[in-house]
């Protein structure tokens, strides 16, 4: 079982790049989330989805859009890299959002905005 | 937005000591999960509590959720150097799907 695949595991940006952090998911789960990580601050929500076709705003949200086509792939786009979006990035899923809900999380992708 | 904080930020005690871990909010949550970490990985689950007052026993580990269902705790006895890592709490507010992280206690054992 994969689980949760990220790709790619290391990145580094000029500012003003832009790319797309994937995330596949072989569970069937309908919930997908982007985490970010930074020192100090645990885990902070970007964006997530309850299912294809329905993406929300998390609570860190600006420079980052994402899409859900399909229920196994949930991409996190950066349109202009800055220096602020250095960080570890997170995905996630679960097969439901209910009080009971584990997440799984992919081994993470580290991104330097030079 | 909902707020987690956690206490102490960094622990760093002996094999074989006991210690606690805090995970604090202003809000209500319907359930609490408690995660643990490892340099290069994703967090894993280890718990999950939904009732005010819940105790949960993993061998070692002791979680507890607080009455009015704003905080828990996380007791750990005789610590090993395998209990290193960084402990997550992440509250589940209700009827919404947002999963909500606190900000994490590094906890390092020393043999």
């Known amino acids: 079982n994969a689980g949760v695949t990220q790709t790619p595991k290391f990145q580094v940006l000029k500012t003003g790049q832009s790319m797309t952090l994937q995330c596949a998911q072989d569970m069937n789960h309908e919930y997908m989330s982007w985490y970010r990580q930074d020192p100090g601050m645990g885990l902070r929500l970007i964006h997530y989805?309850?299912?294809?076709?329905?993406?929300d705003q998390g609570e860190v949200p600006n420079g980052y859009n994402v899409s859900r086509s399909t229920t196994e792939d949930f991409p996190l786009r950066l349109l202009s890299a800055a220096p602020s979006q250095t960080s570890v990035y997170f995905c996630a899923s679960s097969y439901s959002a209910g009080r009971m809900g584990e997440a799984f999380f992919g081994q993470g992708t580290r991104l330097t905005v030079v | 937005t909902q707020l987690l904080e956690q206490s102490p930020q960094f622990l760093s005690i002996q094999e074989g000591e006991n210690l606690t871990v805090y995970c604090n909010s202003s809000?209500?949550?319907?359930?609490l999960q408690w995660y643990r970490q490892e340099p290069g990985e994703g967090p894993v689950l280890l718990v999950t509590?939904?009732?005010?007052?819940e105790v949960k026993k993993l061998k070692r580990l002791t979680f507890q959720f607080g009455d009015a269902r704003k905080d828990s705790s996380l007791h750990i006895t005789a610590a090993q150097p395998g209990d290193t890592g960084l402990y997550l709490c992440?509250?589940?507010?209700?009827?919404?799907?947002?999963?909500?992280f606190g900000t994490g206690t590094r906890l390092t054992i020393i043999p």
């Open positions: 509590v939904v009732t005010g007052g």
């Open positions: 992440a509250g589940r507010g209700f009827g919404n799907e947002k999963l909500t």
């Open positions: 989805s309850v299912g294809a076709g329905i993406t």
């Open positions: 809000s209500v949550f319907s359930s």
